[in-house]
């Protein structure tokens, strides 16, 4: 059974940083992409960044950056997102999001499994 988790969401100011994490179980890691998507209230659900885990390529929506930074630790079955310079803009509940085929992009119809999420709340 797929399950993805994410958390370490929380409450920072502009100019911040933080870390969110992805934990993954009940699949071959490699043989997926990793996705990060968010979404504020009322919008739709973007996506933010993704990496393919076998061959560690990444993809970056442009408003995110120079900002932040996807990474994953396959040993751990596990991908992050480091969130630097935050912006109220950013203020979303994120979720982690699993692709077959390690080909995913930023498209929330190329991910099958999908985590409850974490909110990010950041202040001006």
């Known amino acids: 059974d797929v399950q993805l988790q994410a958390f370490g969401g929380g409450l920072v100011q502009a100019g911040g940083s933080l870390r969110l994490s992805c934990a993954a179980s009940g699949f071959t890691f490699g043989d997926y992409a990793i996705g990060w998507f968010r979404q504020a209230p009322g919008k739709e659900r973007e996506g933010v960044s993704c990496?393919?885990?076998?061959?560690?390529?990444?993809y970056y929506a442009d408003s995110v950056k120079g900002r932040f930074t996807i990474s994953s630790d396959n040993a751990k079955n596990t991908v992050y997102l480091q969130m630097n310079s935050l912006k109220p803009e950013d203020t979303a509940v994120y979720y982690c999001?699993?692709?077959?085929?390690?080909?995913?992009?930023?498209?929330?119809?190329?991910?099958?499994?999908w985590g409850q999420g974490t909110l990010v709340t950041v202040s001006s």
């Open positions: 999001a699993a692709a077959p085929g390690t080909m995913g992009g930023l498209a929330v119809y190329e991910y099958d499994y």
């Open positions: 990496i393919s885990s076998s061959d560690g390529s990444t």
